[in-house]
């Protein structure tokens, strides 16, 4: 996981995707917002709780739910792995038709696996899946129970994933929740 130095007080684009811009004071996300050069003001409570430069979405979901911050650097972790565990179970998944999608999806199968192993992260966990700008279609409130009980069932999980990665076998798509938890 990179280690970010804070950038110095400006305006950049707002993380929680809400607005074009947001303010950052050297330490902080504000509540000072911007959208087409229009100025308005966002509750800070609902401004993102940490920095991050990233252009994931996975990573961006992440730092949007507001999370604890041990929690958020777990999760980021897992989220800066997700390349290296598809690569696992397609070597060619990233010549495969939306590749990014590929990689929500699985980012998503990973935080059912993981809300299942570890269930006092649960609620946290769901905080970042109902953040995922790729989970709009995914009922609201349920997104993590969908992707719990997607990623319990090998051959769900192959049915559901397999056909974006090229491969319907189970023993292959389960590989994505091979060690490293």
Partial sequence: MEHLQHPKADWYADPSGKYS???????????????????????????????????DPN???VYRAGIDEDVAQWLQAVADQVDQRLDLVATNWRQRPQ???????????????LATMYPLAEQQISLVAESHASFVNIPAGNRLGTFK???????RTASWLGPMLGTGEPEAVVRLFADGD
Avoid: F, M
């Fill in 21 to 55: 811009l947001r303010y950052w004071d050297g330490a902080t996300w504000t509540g000072h917002v911007s959208t087409n050069g229009s100025q308005e003001w966002d509750d800070p409570a609902d401004a993102p709780k940490a920095w991050t430069s990233s252009t």
């Fill in 59 to 61: 990573v961006q979901a």
């Fill in 149 to 155: 009980e997607v990623a319990a069932d090998p051959a």
């Fill in 99 to 113: 590749p990014e999608t590929i990689r929500a999806c699985a980012y998503g199968l990973l935080l059912g696996h």
